[in-house]
């Protein structure tokens, strides 16, 4: 049987250049709407707080420095309370919390049927809001779950603003794009270890004798190689090939150029600066042979500078709405290490 012409021009055509992605693109979280705005609007009954504190939320957990700084600042200051019969550890950590999340921590206080004061427990502050009146409160976790608090059993205690006076923000809001950049470092090398197929290269192919259905089983294997199973050996036959008819051609070294450890260490320092908390009280590994410094020493300037402000902030709030020192601490001290001296034998 003779072949038509167009037949035999399809058997001589050289096979077309094709190219194709190792991998859907995949989207990124980006929160930078959590500061798109700084002042509070009134929804009807109730003033919306400056900024999303949802987002200051899930923003905690974004990265690992600071969320411990703003839980060791909790923990110490609630460590130095003396515990009073209104006033517990456990509740004023949880305010503490509050506070240095949010800027904004409540206490409520609870009335008995004769109208004396039980003790005080914490409103969670994300959900708390401040009346058009500024005199009462109302916790509204949703739209119809409203509840409003008692005239004057609510306890503000606000870190103050320069945009507004209704509800406070927290001073390390100018380090949540470093909190951000550092969980987007991290869940970018995370991904790049999960996927093992990467845009890091070009496989070209050049022989002639390659036939078409050769060229897709290799392109459904190489798609394949993506997720569980990844980093697996390909095996590619071509008897009647030359030499560079198949070539993989490097366009970039991931591993190299995501600069993955600056970005951590400086983003690290970034959030150390906003919280003011040296790194040797947290856990930060030194990487050069000096060290931080005497940790003693920096714990004294800490609790100096930070604890003691704290101290003092709380304790004059909380009084003073009470009416009666309900709220004191103990300074921050450490214990004195006697050194050791180890006896010549």
Same mark, same amino acid.
């Given at each position: 049987?003779?072949?038509?012409?167009?037949?035999?021009?399809?058997?001589?055509?050289?096979?077309?250049?094709?190219?194709?992605?190792?991998?859907?693109?995949?989207?990124?979280?980006?929160?930078?709407?959590?500061?798109?705005?700084?002042?509070?609007?009134?929804?009807?009954?109730?003033?919306?707080?400056?900024?999303?504190?949802?987002?200051?939320?899930?923003?905690?957990?974004?990265?690992?420095?600071?969320?411990?700084?703003?839980?060791?600042?909790?923990?110490? #200051?609630?460590?130095?309370?003396?515990?009073?019969?209104?006033?517990?550890?456990?509740?004023?950590?949880? $305010?503490?919390?509050? %506070?240095?999340?949010?800027?904004?921590?409540? !206490?409520? *206080?609870?009335?008995?049927? #004769?109208?004396?004061?039980?003790?005080?427990?914490?409103?969670? /502050?994300?959900?708390?809001?401040?009346?058009?009146?500024?005199?009462?409160?109302?916790?509204?976790?949703?739209?119809?779950?409203?509840?409003?608090?008692?005239?004057?059993?609510?306890?503000?205690?606000?870190?103050?603003?320069?945009?507004? +006076?209704?509800?406070?923000?927290?001073?390390? #809001?100018?380090?949540?794009?470093? $909190?951000?950049?550092?969980?987007?470092?991290?869940?970018?090398?995370?991904?790049?270890?999960?996927?093992?197929?990467?845009?890091?290269?070009?496989?070209?192919?050049?022989?002639?004798?390659?036939?078409?259905?050769?060229?897709?089983?290799?392109?459904?294997? !190489?798609?394949?190689?993506?997720?569980?199973?990844?980093?697996?050996?390909?095996?590619?036959?071509?008897?009647?090939?030359? +030499?560079?008819?198949?070539?993989?051609?490097?366009?970039?070294?991931?591993?190299?150029?995501?600069? %993955?450890?600056?970005?951590?260490?400086?983003?690290?320092?970034?959030?150390?600066? /906003?919280? *003011?908390?040296?790194?040797?009280?947290?856990?930060?590994?030194? /990487?050069?042979?000096?060290?931080?410094?005497?940790?003693?020493?920096?714990? *004294?300037? %800490?609790?100096?500078?930070?604890?003691?402000?704290?101290?003092?902030?709380?304790?004059?709030?909380?009084?003073?709405?009470?009416g009666e020192v309900v709220c004191s601490f103990d300074p921050y001290e450490l214990p004195s290490?006697?050194?050791?001296?180890? $006896? !010549?034998?």
């Amino acid at each position: 049987m003779d072949e038509t012409p167009s037949q035999t021009a399809a058997l001589t055509a050289p096979a077309g250049a094709q190219a194709f992605t190792f991998g859907d693109p995949e989207a990124v979280m980006d929160r930078r709407d959590v500061l798109d705005y700084v002042e509070c609007w009134l929804n009807g009954e109730w003033y919306e707080t400056p900024i999303s504190f949802d987002g200051l939320a899930r923003s905690l957990r974004a990265a690992t420095h600071h969320a411990s700084a703003v839980h060791f600042k909790a923990q110490v #200051l609630a460590s130095t309370l003396r515990p009073h019969p209104l006033l517990s550890r456990a509740t004023l950590q949880r $305010a503490a919390l509050d %506070f240095q999340v949010f800027g904004n921590g409540y !206490l409520e *206080r609870p009335r008995n049927r #004769l109208g004396g004061s039980l003790p005080l427990r914490n409103a969670l /502050a994300k959900y708390t809001r401040r009346h058009r009146d500024l005199k009462r409160f109302g916790f509204l976790r949703t739209w119809k779950d409203e509840y409003t608090f008692p005239a004057g059993s609510i306890c503000h205690l606000m870190e103050p603003d320069v945009h507004q +006076e209704i509800y406070g923000l927290p001073q390390y #809001l100018a380090a949540l794009q470093s $909190a951000w950049l550092n969980e987007s470092a991290t869940l970018f090398r995370r991904r790049y270890y999960n996927n093992g197929s990467h845009a890091g290269f070009i496989l070209y192919l050049s022989d002639p004798d390659v036939q078409q259905g050769d060229v897709d089983s290799l392109r459904k294997s !190489l798609q394949s190689s993506k997720g569980v199973g990844n980093f697996r050996n390909l095996l590619f036959h071509s008897p009647g090939g030359k +030499e560079k008819a198949i070539q993989l051609l490097p366009i970039g070294e991931a591993t190299a150029k995501d600069e %993955f450890f600056n970005i951590k260490n400086v983003s690290r320092d970034d959030q150390l600066a /906003a919280h *003011r908390v040296p790194p040797q009280l947290i856990g930060v590994v030194p /990487a050069n042979a000096g060290g931080f410094g005497e940790v003693v020493n920096a714990a *004294r300037v %800490f609790a100096r500078n930070e604890i003691q402000p704290l101290q003092t902030s709380f304790s004059q709030a909380i009084n003073e709405w009470m009416g009666e020192v309900v709220c004191s601490f103990d300074p921050y001290e450490l214990p004195s290490v006697e050194p050791v001296h180890q $006896a !010549l034998v």
